[in-house]
């Protein structure tokens, strides 16, 4: 999903075009010889350029694989699984992820994966 790297500007931005629109006309847009994407409101009355280099690429993520955070961005905030590095060692612990400031906490933890957390274990009734 295409996404705006700045927060600021990706707030400002999301007050005229939700997330799903903008990786739509990133898709179209990125392919094309312009160096910037173009984003039309009120029947073209109102238009807005934004620069392509204000744009990342964040692929969707598998919930239920081991997601290298290099590579990809939570879809929301809440508690993961997560590998992180204790010294050279890597373990795997949980973490909670705060999608408003995009940092895990506890803060001193370092994350290199992450996965959404299984569903708890269910018994099976007996039958």
Do not use: H
């Amino acid at each position: 999903m295409w996404k705006i790297k700045d927060p600021e500007l990706k707030r400002k931005i999301n007050q005229f075009v939700s997330d799903e629109e903008i990786d739509r006309i990133c898709r179209c847009d990125m392919r094309d010889s312009f160096d910037c994407i173009f984003f039309s409101f009120e029947d073209d009355c109102v238009s807005i350029r934004i620069d392509k280099s204000f744009f990342k690429e964040i692929p969707d993520y598998d919930p239920n694989n081991w997601n290298p955070l290099s590579e990809f961005e939570p879809g929301f905030s809440g508690c993961y699984l997560v590998t992180r590095e204790a010294g050279s060692t890597p373990v795997v612990d949980t973490a909670f992820f705060d999608k408003a400031t995009n940092e895990w906490k506890p803060q001193n933890s370092t994350v290199t994966a992450f996965r959404e957390l299984p569903e708890p274990y269910q018994p099976e009734t007996n039958k």
